[in-house]
């Protein structure tokens, strides 16, 4: 997962400015606004660092009517939000300064850039990451005046900010040597960029989603890894990963910079690394990939979400690709699947709505098969035993009608069972039959089909009923059966008798609805003639109800004897 929008409301807001030699500047308010102010700052160096953050900026921020209406990337408006908050107006900074160049924040680089002309000489202003901000700097902006920078003590102060949970970037400015205006429009590049000055650090937080905590943990709960992967500094990622609860240790954080040192992503120690990662920070748009590509490698089935083109790698790499609403086009055309509100409880719901589909599924293949096996092995056994077929044609497809016709639709909307989230997943080659689903179907069908064949035999052999009448009630008592088997069917592990009726209350109207239907059709004339159905006697129904149970009894035993062995 990306943690920006996704585990956090991707609402970067700055809350502290860090000069060198200077205390920290705190910072008010929340959000992409310009409400709040700064701290004061010395001689309004905090006012020169967010001049040059506009500049090198696509972002928009600006009134509305009564709000504030933004567009662009979210830490070029955080920047324009602080900008505002020091009393710098973009507006007029934009207007008043003539942009010769830009360099564009791409991942690869970590960094903007703009080159620009003011106050009759050419200067060029950047931001980003602080280690590659730093790489071109050789002075930096104190209270005293600007002085020799002191890196070492620039990157405690940017470390230390980061395992605070801060996002930290670096604004920097320098003056270029003339002539300037040679390329104009074409050819900036990182090379163009002169000695600079570093004018500060801005810690930014992104808070994290309310939900997201309860996210991680109820998937840790169903099996599946949480694994974050971000640009942030590695402090940052382990502050806000702690926080989510997805590591333990500083351990399982790894950097871009650890993996690029490794030979190959083909290699046993790369796949290791990243088997043992659960957080990754600073990694480029094919690192992620290869990450993706190398847990894929290890065995498991991965799912990775992107907003951005540079995702796009990681996207169709990986088993499910998952793009955020708000992302990009191609992005969304990579995925196999949208996240409209770019939510990580969004995700995990979805895969519990999964698993409650994937679970009545075969709740109604369990019901569908289990009863049509009993009715074939009826069959089979009147055959072999010379006996009169126990059902004419038209009574099977009234039974398949009535009953199921009516009872597997019903259970098709069965609330999903509490317990969903707390099973490991299943591999993704099993199919809806696996053992348990053979088992339970071959069970309840042989039940069935034992109790319904002895009472025939009985019947025609024993009692002397005749066939018509005996087909009668065996016809009432697989009725019976099935009604009884649909709330078997209700869950492959719980008992029935646990199951609130209340949770699927179309399953009880269902079963009430098929057992009126075929005493109804007992008594209107016409249609008890076709299917050679009658009233049946008071006393038969007792009888009927007790065998009809015995199907429940069974495998409520089966469950029982599951669940033991399972404990232990």
């Not at 309004?44 to 009564?66: I, K, P, S």
């Not at 942030?232 to 382990?238: F, N």
């Not at 009234?398 to 317990?419: C, K, M, S, Y």
């Not at 709330?487 to 609805?513: D, H, K, T, Y």
Request: aromatic share 6%; glycine share 10%; with cysteine.
């Amino acid at each position: 997962s990306d943690k920006t929008g996704t585990l956090t409301v991707n609402q970067q807001t700055a809350r502290i400015v860090s000069i060198p030699g200077a205390p920290p500047i705190s910072v008010t308010g929340e959000g992409y606004n310009g409400d709040g102010a700064l701290a004061a700052s010395p001689a309004g160096l905090a006012t020169r660092l967010c001049h040059a953050a506009v500049l090198c900026n696509e972002g928009v921020l600006e009134r509305d009517g009564q709000g504030w209406r933004h567009s662009g990337d979210a830490m070029d408006v955080a920047f324009l939000a602080l900008s505002y908050k020091a009393g710098v107006d973009p507006a007029e900074v934009r207007a008043g300064t003539r942009i010769l160049g830009e360099i564009p924040y791409e991942s690869e680089r970590k960094f903007a850039a703009a080159f620009f002309r003011a106050h009759g000489s050419c200067h060029a202003a950047m931001k980003g990451a602080v280690e590659t901000t730093l790489a071109h700097c050789d002075r930096m902006q104190t209270p005293d005046g600007d002085v020799a920078l002191d890196a070492p003590t620039v990157e405690a102060e940017a470390l230390r900010l980061a395992r605070e949970g801060y996002r930290v970037l670096a604004v920097a400015q320098g003056t270029m040597t003339p002539p300037c205006e040679a390329t104009d429009t074409d050819g900036w590049d990182e090379a163009s960029l002169p000695p600079m000055t570093l004018l500060g650090l801005v810690g930014f937080l992104d808070p994290l989603r309310p939900e997201a905590l309860a996210s991680v943990l109820k998937c840790r709960d169903a099996g599946i890894r949480v694994v974050m992967v971000t640009g942030d500094h590695p402090a940052t990622a382990y502050a806000i990963a702690r926080e989510l609860g997805i590591v333990q240790d500083e351990s399982e954080v790894v950097s871009g910079a650890q993996l690029a040192s490794l030979d190959s992503s083909e290699t046993p120690e790369f796949l290791d690394t990243v088997a043992a990662g659960r957080v990754f920070a600073r990694v480029s748009p094919l690192q992620k990939r290869d990450i993706v590509a190398g847990l894929i490698r290890a065995g498991h089935y991965v799912a990775v979400t992107g907003d951005g083109v540079n995702d796009a790698p990681a996207l169709k790499t990986a088993n499910i690709g998952i793009a955020m609403g708000s992302g990009t086009e191609v992005a969304k055309d990579t995925a196999e699947i949208l996240v409209t509100d770019d939510n990580f409880a969004s995700i995990a719901a979805g895969v519990e709505e999964g698993r409650f589909a994937f679970d009545n599924i075969r709740k109604v293949t369990y019901l569908l098969l289990s009863s049509g096996l009993a009715e074939v092995l009826i069959f089979v056994a009147a055959l072999f035993a010379n006996l009169p077929l126990p059902l004419v044609a038209v009574q099977l497809l009234w039974l398949n009608l009535v009953t199921n016709g009516i009872q597997d639709v019903a259970l098709a909307f069965e609330a999903g069972e509490p317990g969903a989230m707390k099973r490991p997943p299943r591999r993704p080659n099993e199919g809806i039959f696996n053992e348990q689903m053979l088992k339970q179907v071959g069970l309840s069908g042989l039940v069935m089909a034992v109790v319904s064949f002895g009472y025939w035999t009985w019947l025609v052999s024993c009692a002397g009923v005749p066939e018509a009448q005996a087909r009668n009630l065996l016809l009432m008592l697989l009725v019976m059966m099935q009604n009884y088997h649909a709330f078997n069917c209700r869950s492959e592990q719980e008992s029935a008798f646990r199951i609130p009726l209340w949770r699927n209350p179309m399953l009880v109207g269902g079963v009430i609805l098929a057992h009126a239907i075929h005493i109804g059709a007992m008594y209107v004339p016409g249609i008890r003639d076709i299917l050679g159905i009658a009233p049946i006697a008071w006393k038969d129904w007792g009888l009927l109800l007790g065998m009809a149970s015995v199907v429940l009894i069974s495998m409520e035993a089966f469950k029982f004897l599951r669940r033991r062995g399972a404990s232990r």
